[in-house]
């Protein structure tokens, strides 16, 4: 057993007669997570673990404790759903008894952020060796001296065994996620998805950071050679990790961060990154790491007999997931920490092939598509959707975002005008038509994708000739070296350029109607950076 740490559990008012395994290290971990049947090692040395039916977030069965704290700071609705903190208490003590004749548990204390001056101090009690293993990869580890002295300002508990009583606990199912910002407790019961410790933590920051004045931000973020950030926001599947991770950069982090006065600053100290039909070509960085003892991959299929494990089976999760250090990736940052950026990409993968490959935005046209957070789903990756389906998440990151969008909206302008940031929204979805049935479209040639990037990055795309974009409105580039410019004007590659503007509209109208909301919280400049129907 490891040596406790300064605050004990006892201090904290958890009882238990568990033996306490207390900041263990990735090879003890992954040993007694072997040994206790939890999942198998593969052939090259990874930990692959199956969840069970939870495969991704349960964002239904999320709730925030609404009480004094948190009645007039939360963004109540759809994705903050207010629970009873009589409910809490209730499901607060059942947890406490569960935890009691635990035979083994495992404790992580950790950092959420990596800039000292804005972390929060997280403490993490787990039933799985592997869960340990998890989030120990996913956040920032202390050191030695620093967890002599640990005491969690806050505290998750992760119980997949429990089960939720809906009528004693105000949850929707036996699955449950309860966040209390007064007694800084997060409850996780009913899933094996490790996920939902990463994403609370998240959570946690974008309560706390917004009132010091510092964004926090679903994104990754790298550095180029000349000490120049980038900042990558996009919803799971545009290609954040994949964008991010370039051998000619060095990587910040692949999915939070904060943007402080000083500092981009990651908020972990690892890296998730979907696994499903992983290419050793366009994705090396990544794909190296599957290999790797210390990984955890999960839902990933393996032969049992040989333990190769294939990146391209769907069988048990479409969104398989790979954990590991972010020093598994060559080049990363070895203090999570980059200058303040100097560019900003949104990315789309728009599957209505509608959006051009790369776009420049002025602030307001970046506030209104950070409030919109748009993607599309694709036809066919899940039942019922034959056509291409369109996905609006406020932030790039609705279901991690406690306050209102405007308050993250607002920072963001205010730190783009402050550092006269350039903004570019990318296009990673499709062209030449939509996906899905009868769709003409095919997906974005990621040699595309980059080599506009780096135009981008380098600065030599702000010297090229723009267009207006009759729709949107933003500026389009005509030409790029290296790039056919043909595919830099999406109506010209589609075969019946009339069904474009028709389709284009029908996007137009998406956004008008998903913006509606938040049209009395933004400036009349933003609101005139609405797309028009041409």
Same mark, same amino acid.
């Given at each position: 057993m490891a040596k406790a740490t300064g605050i004990g559990l006892d201090a904290q008012g958890i009882k238990t007669s568990a033996r306490l395994h207390c900041n263990l290290g990735t090879a003890p971990l992954?040993?007694?997570? +072997?040994?206790?049947g939890e999942g198998l090692l593969s052939k090259d040395g990874a930990f692959v673990v199956e969840t069970g039916k939870h495969t991704g977030r349960s964002a239904n069965d999320k709730f925030t404790v609404?009480?004094?704290?948190?009645?007039?700071?939360?963004?109540?609705?759809?994705?903050?759903? $207010?629970?009873?903190?009589?409910?809490?208490?209730?499901?607060?003590?059942?947890?406490?008894?569960?935890?009691?004749?635990?035979?083994t548990l495992f404790v992580q204390d950790l950092f959420g952020g990596s800039q000292p001056e804005h972390r929060v101090k997280v403490r993490v009690i787990t039933e799985f060796a592997w869960h340990s293993l998890f989030i120990r990869t996913l956040l920032v580890r202390p050191n030695a001296a620093e967890l002599e002295s640990f005491a969690p300002e806050y505290t998750i508990i992760d119980l997949p065994s429990f089960r939720a009583d809906p009528e004693k606990h105000g949850s929707r199912s036996e699955t449950v996620?309860? +966040?209390?910002?007064?007694?800084?407790? !997060? /409850?996780?019961g009913g899933t094996k998805y490790a996920g939902e410790m990463k994403k609370s933590v998240f959570g946690i920051l974008n309560y706390l950071l917004p009132t010091k004045g510092v964004m926090p931000m679903h994104c990754s973020a790298n550095i180029g050679p000349n000490g120049d950030t980038a900042v990558f926001f996009g919803l @799971?599947?545009?290609?954040?990790?994949?964008?991010?991770?370039?051998? @000619?950069?060095? /990587?910040?982090?692949?999915?939070?961060?904060?943007? @402080?006065?000083?500092?981009?600053? %990651?908020f972990e100290g690892g890296c998730y990154a979907k696994m499903i *039909? /992983? @290419? $050793?070509?366009?994705?090396?960085?990544?794909?190296?790491?599957?290999?790797r003892f210390g990984t955890v991959l999960e839902n990933v299929v393996m032969d049992p007999v040989t333990r190769?494990?294939?990146?391209?089976? %769907?069988?048990?999760?479409?969104?398989? *997931?790979?954990?590991?250090?972010?020093?598994?990736?060559?080049?990363?940052?070895?203090?999570?920490?980059?200058?303040?950026?100097? %560019?900003?990409?949104?990315?789309?993968?728009?599957?209505?092939?509608?959006?051009? $490959?790369?776009?420049?935005?002025?602030?307001?046209?970046?506030?209104?598509?950070? /409030?919109?957070?748009?993607t599309a789903r694709v036809a066919g990756t899940e039942i019922g959707v034959t056509e291409p389906d369109a996905t609006f998440s406020t932030c790039f990151g609705a279901p991690f975002m406690? *306050?209102? $969008?405007?308050?993250?909206?607002?920072?963001?302008?205010?730190? !783009?005008?402050k550092g006269g940031v350039d903004c570019w929204l990318v296009n990673t979805g499709w062209t030449g038509g939509g996906a899905g049935t009868g769709g003409t479209g095919s997906r974005m040639p990621i040699? +595309?994708? *980059?080599?506009?990037?780096?135009?981008?990055?380098?600065?030599s795309l702000k010297n090229a000739e723009f267009r207006k974009d009759p729709f949107f409105g933003f500026d389009v580039p005509v030409s790029v070296p290296g790039v056919e410019p043909g595919i830099l004007d999406p109506r010209t590659t589609w075969p019946d350029p009339a069904s474009y503007d028709e389709k284009a509209r029908g996007l137009v109208r998406m956004f008008v109607e998903n913006f509606a909301q938040f049209e009395e919280h933004v400036e009349q400049g933003v609101r005139e950076a609405a797309p028009r129907a041409a």
């Open positions: 992954i040993e007694l997570a +072997v040994n206790r609404k009480d004094a704290e948190t009645a007039d700071t939360v963004w109540w609705g759809k994705t903050n759903k $207010p629970m009873d903190p009589a409910h809490f208490a209730a499901l607060k003590a059942d947890f406490l008894a569960a935890l009691a004749p635990k035979e996620i309860a +966040v209390n910002f007064t007694e800084k407790l !997060i /409850l996780i @799971s599947g545009t290609g954040k990790t994949t964008l991010s991770a370039d051998a @000619s950069r060095t /990587l910040i982090g692949d999915d939070e961060h904060g943007w @402080s006065d000083t500092a981009v600053f %990651n *039909r /992983l @290419s $050793p070509t366009a994705e090396p960085e990544i794909y190296a790491t599957t290999k190769e494990i294939d990146l391209d089976d %769907n069988r048990l999760a479409e969104n398989s *997931r790979g954990s590991y250090p972010i020093d598994f990736i060559p080049n990363a940052s070895a203090s999570n920490l980059g200058p303040v950026p100097k %560019n900003i990409i949104m990315l789309t993968a728009d599957a209505f092939g509608i959006l051009p $490959p790369i776009a420049r935005l002025t602030p307001d046209q970046a506030m209104y598509h950070f /409030l919109s957070g748009y406690p *306050r209102h $969008p405007s308050v993250y909206g607002n920072l963001l302008k205010e730190r !783009i005008a040699k +595309v994708t *980059r080599a506009l990037l780096n135009a981008a990055l380098d600065g």
